[in-house]
């Protein structure tokens, strides 16, 4: 029983030691971030307020010309900037407020991928009438999105 014991605690003591995730400098190393990775998050933040601000003209130059839209897992939405406009320039026009927000964010290189809430007024300025929550994920390249995936 003793010699039981024994194993078990030099057991346990050479995975906290081999196991990153039980040291403590462990949860340091996931907090940096890589430029790569503040540049990306960066152009899903001038996303977001262009959205809120409902500045069509700020949220199109975001992205590449040959954007594409994918519905999980691989079901292409759309192509390109014309079809964006299309689907987002009338929503932008008729809407009477738009407001997105990133509640939790993982970004991993050129990836960001948000969940968020949405907001929207449809009929009257300031009256919310339609809420959703979503994941998104999107794909950037020389500061502009090149590929975004919605999770629904």
Not at 6 to 20: D, K, R
Not at 109 to 135: Q, Y
Request: aromatic share 12%.
């Amino acid at each position: 029983m003793k010699y039981l014991f024994v194993l078990i605690v030099l057991i346990y003591s050479a995975i906290g030691l081999a196991n990153p995730a039980l040291d403590e400098q462990a949860s340091d190393y996931q907090l940096a971030k890589t430029e790569q990775e503040l540049a990306a998050e960066a152009v899903v933040d001038k996303l977001i307020m262009a959205y809120n601000a409902q500045n069509i003209r700020k949220f199109i130059e975001l992205y590449a010309e040959d954007v594409e839209f994918y519905m999980y897992p691989q079901t292409l939405m759309f192509k390109g900037k014309e079809k964006l406009i299309e689907r987002y320039g009338l929503m932008f026009k008729k809407m009477h407020c738009l407001k997105a927000t990133s509640i939790k964010r993982v970004t991993h290189g050129s990836i960001v991928i948000d969940h968020e809430t949405s907001e929207i007024c449809s009929k009257e300025p300031g009256v919310v009438d339609k809420r959703s929550e979503f994941v998104t994920s999107y794909q950037i390249e020389a500061g502009k999105i090149t590929k975004v995936v919605y999770f629904r």
